[in-house]
Nanobody
Framework: QVHLVESGGGLVQTGGSLGLSCATS????????VGWFRQAPGKEREFVAA????????YYADSVKGRFTISRDNANNMFYLQMSSLEPEDTAVYYC???????????????????WGQGTQVTVSS
């Protein structure tokens, strides 16, 4: 089992940048594909980005492609989401998640992720 804790959320202006971190503990992070999801008020949780166990390949939602970058540091059991050119539509609670069943890729479906962080709020002001 793995425990996940997000950090780095906050308030940023349109066009700004923000970095999220997910610290994990328990089983080594190399045992998991990991991803980021987000949920805006009144909307369903949606996929943002994912990365396989070894760091490649990576996957992005069309809405964030070219603006967000997912990365991982297996040695320190951390993974990250660097966000740039932020827009008000990016406002949401962001969740990190881990999937122990996917080996050579990473899922874009929340149902495949068994372990979740508590979420961190990202607010982009216009």
């Amino acid at each position: 089992q793995v425990h996940l804790v997000e950090s780095g959320g906050g308030l940023v202006q349109t066009g700004g940048s923000l970095g999220l971190s997910c610290a994990t503990s328990g089983r080594p992070l190399t045992n998991y594909a990991v991803g980021w999801f987000r949920q805006a008020p009144g909307k369903e949780r949606e996929f943002v980005a994912a990365i396989s166990r070894g760091g490649s390949p990576t996957y992005y939602a069309d809405s964030v492609k070219g603006r967000f970058t997912i990365s991982r540091d297996n040695a320190n059991n951390m993974f990250y989401l660097q966000m740039s050119s932020l827009e008000p539509e990016d406002t949401a609670v962001y969740y990190c998640a881990a999937d122990r069943r996917t080996y050579y890729s990473a899922s874009t479906y929340s149902r495949d992720y068994e372990f979740w962080g508590q979420g961190t709020q990202v607010t982009v002001s216009s």
